[in-house]
């Protein structure tokens, strides 16, 4: 077998195979030995079609284009790692030769992985946050235990206040007349949650139990409803029954119930450790962030468009699983925010470009650097997984392998071995956190 590649245009090659003429032959007569038990020919047993005859019947033309048909994907894997392009789509093909007695052609156009420019990507300037824990935050953060175990009681009398939760009946109504989905019975509101139309919830402090009133709004004008996108509407509303949350005193009581912890300076040192590991986690992840957003930027390369939708149909079957841990999915998604696919795609566009643009100049930075990722780099990430499902390390191994998954991780033990190269290489500037 030959193959030459020409360069025709940016990010597009074209490919020209030439199979030798005994191979192609061989194939003719697989095709035949194939295709000779499908066909009953008149005087001959099915299966018993001397190939003379069989081909007379079928067409030598369909013959040869099923032995084509045949080698074409051994043909074009082999000439594909013959002249070590990296296709990244399905090749366009053409026959140019297909006869008996002479060598098979044919042209395959491919687009291949683009040539990434490398500019400057050793010594950039990037600032890191440095900041201080106050008392304040480690209060709020305090603030925040006591809320997420926070005890909902049913009030026997009061008033609606903020944050609580209504229990409510309600029905909607434009010009006198009820429309579609804007009823509800026993329906726990939560008062600032800013679910319900803007203006709703608000109207309803300083009612009482069994109390009633007409709550009157203005739909958005970009309301996902189109008919009342807009629209003025009045709600008839009933509360019939309040819930507020009760919370407990911080005390060293409160340490015992929610945490390990005796006392509550315990739990407060602990707050703030837990602040500072996380404050410090954020300031590492933008430094990273800001070499690779700059390495890209001093970058030149010109991405196929496959890639880009490559990208955006990975992130859009990312967010549909997302969706579906928390019961939801796309189209329900998509009528909430008012956006049809198209919107969505769009949305999508710009930050997919970003993400391939940055995986590619990793990928070329790597490259130049020689970093790979060692056996050691793989055990050790492997063993990270396994500690994570509770689970031995050559099952995960196995798994990984057996889903030819082990590549991947490769790959992306290698960029992020890359990333930290361009952390290591960069000029970084502490800053205090409020200076940004």
């Known amino acids: 077998m030959k193959a030459n590649v020409e360069k025709i245009e940016t990010n597009q090659m074209m490919l020209e195979v030439e199979v030798d003429s005994q191979e192609l032959e061989k194939a003719a007569n697989q095709a035949y030995r194939r295709l000779v038990h499908k066909y009953n020919i008149p005087g001959f047993r099915k299966g018993k079609v001397p190939r003379s005859v069989f081909e007379k019947y079928v067409g030598t033309e369909f013959l040869y284009q099923e032995a084509a048909d045949g080698l074409l994907p051994s043909a074009y894997s082999n000439a594909v790692k013959e002249t070590a392009i990296e296709p990244i789509d399905q090749p366009e093909l053409e026959i140019v030769q297909l006869e008996a007695g002479k060598p098979f052609i044919f042209k395959a156009k491919v687009t291949v992985m683009p040539e990434v420019s490398l500019g400057e990507y050793k010594g950039l300037e990037v600032e890191k946050q440095v900041v201080d824990i106050t008392d304040e935050q480690v209060d709020n953060y305090l603030k925040s235990l006591q809320e997420r175990h926070a005890q909902l009681v049913t009030l026997e009398e009061g008033q609606v206040e903020n944050e609580d939760i209504a229990i409510i009946d309600f029905e909607g109504f434009l010009e006198e007349e009820a429309f579609e989905g804007g009823k509800g019975e026993d329906h726990p509101l939560g008062i600032g949650s800013n679910t319900f139309i803007p203006g709703f919830e608000e109207q309803l402090i300083g009612l009482a139990v069994g109390e009633e009133k007409d709550v009157r709004v203005t739909f958005p004008d970009d309301y996902h409803a189109e008919e009342l996108a807009g629209k003025e509407a009045i709600f008839k509303v009933k509360v019939k029954g309040i819930r507020r949350k009760q919370l407990a005193p911080l005390d060293d009581e409160f340490a015992k119930d929610v945490s390990e912890f005796d006392t509550l300076e315990e739990l407060k040192a602990d707050a703030r450790e837990k602040l500072e590991q996380n404050a410090k986690a954020r300031a590492e992840a933008a430094v990273r962030e800001q070499v690779v957003d700059q390495a890209a930027a001093n970058a030149q390369v010109e991405i196929p468009q496959v890639l880009i939708e490559r990208q955006i149909d990975y992130m859009l079957g990312e967010l549909n699983y997302s969706l579906q841990m928390q019961g939801l999915g796309l189209e329900q998604y998509m009528q909430f925010m008012g956006k049809n696919e198209d919107e969505l795609i769009d949305e999508f566009r710009e930050r997919a470009h970003k993400t391939v643009l940055s995986e590619l100049t990793l990928e070329a930075i790597a490259k130049t650097e020689n970093i790979e990722a060692t056996d050691e780099d793989v055990n050790e990430e492997l063993q990270k997984i396994a500690d994570r499902y509770q689970q031995d390390i050559e099952e995960v191994r196995q798994n990984i ?23 290591e290489a960069a000029q970084i500037k502490e800053v205090a956190g409020d200076e940004k």
């Not at 392998?401 to 952390?423: C, G």
């Open 401 to 423: 392998t057996m889903n030819n998954r082990l590549e991947d991780l490769k790959h992306s033990i290698a960029l992020d071995k890359t990333v930290e190269f361009l952390v």
